[in-house]
């Protein structure tokens, strides 16, 4: 016992007296010291080797993206084909080889114009649940231009960051859906002599976050302050999603449309150049989305324009019945759980969709009508205990809508 302190570490040669704790095998010793500085040479190097390594993901072809998105959204098949595609390039360029061949793919940044109701934050939501990669919803509007009042750009990513579980690595390998990037639009087509700190302000302050740059985040959002522990993220590879309803920007596309020089035109120019004034959202361009007010350095990180089309009735009316989360489904299986089958009748959905569209709200429209149709449905179902049948009839759900405030609303 005498010669154990005399024991060294194999590694470093420090005695025991020298080190907390030495640990002994056969023919080896070795100290705390060592083994604190092996297992970080072991961490490094399994760093090194993941950033080395490209990640390694299942290529979702666009066709299967499609797919799945039509089991929960009614039409917008041009959106959708954007958003497979996108999503698809994404992928394929996370799984690039790095070769010396001098070609980068870039990132294609979307922008969707849509007007309110017609399923852009939807779409999105419903992305998300497909996606290997983390997926984040920010919204535009409460962001101000840093040293203002609100949230700086750089939450953004902390949402992102909370999505992937704050694994940096797979944050920047994700996606963002920025929705309502309408509303920080500057308010004139001019450049703002006043500050516009939640307008061209945070327009500025997300072309560092598009294009990839190295932004610190701070890891539980709100304010930067000089003594918060950041985050440092590479945007290189997050793909970006923006979507607005730009409310407005129907006129705009429409003088670019109508200008055309004085003199007549013959039957042949006219029907070949016809416009279709029911969707004019169709022929957004970039142009457009700049005289309403977003500044052209933005547009420039945003290449993919993408429209989706308003709602007609036969569209409202397969929203109410026909995708796997459908409201009419909903309403079915919340009275199923009281032993209650509910059936709307064909007259009664086509009186709900023609409220929808009278008041102009979309889809959302549609579930507003359907809780004042069911609402006194749902609250004696409970209490009865009577198994059975509700059928909604055309009748029973004018009644109800001629008795909820919904009767009040005069739509201009």
Known sequence: MANNNNVTCSFCGRHKKDVSLMISGIQAHICDRCVNQSYQILQEESHSKTKKGSPKFNLIKPHEVKKFLDQYVVGQDEAKKVLAVSVYNHYKRLNQPKLDDDVTIEKSNIIMVGETGTGKTYLARTLANILQVPFCIADATVLTEAGYVGEDVESILTRLLQASNYDVESAERGIVYIDEIDKIARKSDNPSITRDVSGEGVQQALLKLLEG????????GGRKHPDQKMIAINTDNILFICGGAFDGIKRIIANRLNTQPLGFKNMDEESAGAVDEDNLLQYVTAHDLKSFGLIPEL???????????????DVLKQILVAPKNALIKQYQKLLKMEDIDLEFEEDALNYIVEKAMVFKLGARGLRSICEAIMTDAMFDAPSENKAGKLIISKEYAVEKIEKSKLAKLRVA
């Open 299 to 313: 547009i420039g990180r945003l290449p993919v324009v993408t429209h989706l089309d308003p709602l007609t009735n």
């Open 213 to 220: 740059n190295v932004v610190n985040v701070p890891p539980q």
